[in-house]
């Protein structure tokens, strides 16, 4: 049986590793190529300048990625995979920007998958969650938020690069969603207290 997971770690070293690897490794291995491949010599001059150039390009595509949750994709989905060898019942979950969140209602019990630490299925009781609440707004989407340990976890049901009429039906399906979530985080909570 998994234990309970003693302290939430949204960043784990795997994405660290991923993020430095690629940030750095990138530009210097596309550098040296363009640098070993070129038809003069060697010259460090134009090197660390290639450095700089393709760094910052690969940079501006790893915060992109990063911040649309892309970047770890594939290891969250392979490890979201083990989920149903754990013994609990998660009968919700959702899947916002890379994370995933499960809730076992009867249980008591939920899971979560970061994005920034896609290689451990993270199990909490649900009585160490508070202010499960829906946060609309026109700018900047619509979420559920609810603090875990003291750490703010947002879950995204609507994002959007332009601004939204929450009235619409896609804004209101997105308000809904978001409400049906505090409500299972709600009544999961009640079921961890009352163990």
Same mark, same amino acid.
């Given at each position: 049986?998994?234990?309970?997971?003693?302290?939430?770690?949204k960043?784990?070293?795997f994405?660290w590793?991923?993020?430095?690897?690629?940030?750095?490794?990138?530009?210097?291995i596309?550098?040296?190529?363009?640098?070993? #491949?070129?038809? %003069?010599?060697?010259?460090l001059? +134009?090197? @660390?300048? =290639? !450095? #700089?150039?393709? %760094?910052?390009?690969?940079?501006? +595509?790893? @915060?992109? =990625? !990063?911040?649309?949750?892309?970047?770890?994709r594939?290891? +969250?989905?392979?490890?979201?995979?083990?989920?149903e060898?754990l013994?609990?019942c998660?009968?919700?979950?959702?899947?916002?920007?890379?994370?995933?969140?499960?809730?076992?209602?009867?249980?008591?019990?939920?899971?979560y998958?970061?994005?920034?630490?896609?290689?451990?299925?993270?199990?909490?009781?649900?009585?160490?969650i508070?202010?499960?609440?829906?946060?609309?707004?026109?700018?900047t989407?619509?979420?559920f938020?609810f603090?875990?340990?003291?750490?703010?976890?947002?879950?995204?049901?609507?994002?959007?690069?332009?601004?939204?009429?929450?009235?619409?039906?896609?804004?209101?399906?997105?308000?809904?969603?978001?409400?049906?979530?505090?409500?299972?985080?709600?009544?999961?909570?009640r079921?961890?207290?009352g163990?």
């Amino acid at each position: 049986m998994k234990e309970e997971t003693a302290k939430l770690k949204k960043f784990g070293s795997f994405f660290w590793l991923l993020l430095l690897g690629l940030g750095i490794g990138a530009p210097v291995i596309i550098s040296l190529a363009i640098c070993l #491949f070129s038809e %003069g010599p060697f010259r460090l001059d +134009v090197f @660390l300048p =290639l !450095i #700089f150039v393709f %760094g910052f390009l690969v940079w501006m +595509v790893l @915060l992109m =990625l !990063i911040g649309y949750g892309s970047l770890t994709r594939i290891f +969250v989905n392979r490890t979201a995979q083990k989920v149903e060898a754990l013994p609990y019942c998660f009968n919700s979950s959702f899947t916002s920007r890379g994370n995933i969140l499960y809730i076992d209602v009867e249980g008591g019990m939920i899971g979560y998958i970061s994005a920034y630490n896609p290689m451990e299925i993270q199990v909490f009781s649900a009585s160490r969650i508070e202010r499960p609440e829906t946060v609309a707004s026109t700018m900047t989407g619509v979420r559920f938020v609810f603090y875990l340990d003291g750490k703010k976890m947002t879950i995204y049901t609507l994002i959007s690069n332009r601004a939204v009429n929450l009235k619409s039906g896609m804004g209101a399906e997105a308000i809904s969603k978001a409400d049906t979530f505090v409500e299972l985080l709600q009544a999961a909570k009640r079921n961890a207290e009352g163990r």
